[in-house]
């Protein structure tokens, strides 16, 4: 997920301060970067409130690139 590391480092933020605000681990968060992992909804929404960016944009189902569960 090149849009989820590009986010991250844009805000300066390591990959362990990310794991701590998203309270998961930073192995799990790097897996999610490179797409080697599929995480819980729950994980994900997590993830976009801390680069306060909402989770479609984020996690975009329309590209094919992660399966985004509908989170309302």
Known sequence: MKRLRDERIAQGMSL???S???RCS???LAR???GDLTVA???KVRVAHVLG???AELFDPESGTDDVEAVS
Do not use: G, S
């Open 16 to 18: 362990r301060e990310m």
């Open 32 to 34: 999610l970067e490179r």
């Open 26 to 28: 930073h192995t799990t």
């Open 20 to 22: 701590y605000f998203a």
């Open 41 to 43: 909804a729950a994980i």
């Open 53 to 55: 960016i909402p989770v």
